[in-house]
């Protein structure tokens, strides 16, 4: 299981989604591979500097705040706050 307070560098996961439809019969996806890059926010592919400025833009928020940045709480816990800077300072400078 991905845990994004421990996470450095790049994880690659591969999944398949299992579901039950409404009269229980279950059925697979195909695989699904993806990867994260712990603490790059705005996808640049690099923790840098407009990283740590949506960190900043997003502190102190929650998902009800009208400056809510879903992608700036890198521990997922629905709050932008100090874990979420240890993250991003423990990933910063890395490029993917």
């Known amino acids: 299981m991905y845990n994004p307070s421990t996470a450095q560098g790049s994880d690659s996961h591969n999944i398949t989604v299992f579901?039950?439809?409404t009269h229980g019969n279950?059925?697979?996806?195909?695989m699904v591979?993806?990867?994260?890059?712990?603490a790059d926010i705005d996808f640049s592919g690099k923790?840098?500097?407009?990283?740590?400025?949506?960190?900043?833009?997003?502190?102190?928020f929650r998902p009800e705040d009208g400056n809510w940045n879903?992608?700036?709480d890198l521990d997922c816990n629905n709050h932008v706050w100090?874990?979420?800077?240890?993250?991003?300072?423990?990933?910063?400078?890395?490029e993917y």
Do not use: C, K
Request: glycine residues 6%.
């Open 19 to 21: 579901a039950n439809d």
């Open 26 to 30: 279950m059925a697979a996806s195909n």
């Open 33 to 38: 591979h993806f990867t994260i890059h712990p």
């Open 47 to 60: 923790v840098w500097t407009g990283d740590v400025f949506s960190l900043r833009f997003a502190y102190g």
């Open 70 to 72: 879903e992608d700036a």
């Open 82 to 94: 100090t874990a979420d800077v240890f993250i991003l300072r423990q990933n910063y400078g890395n």
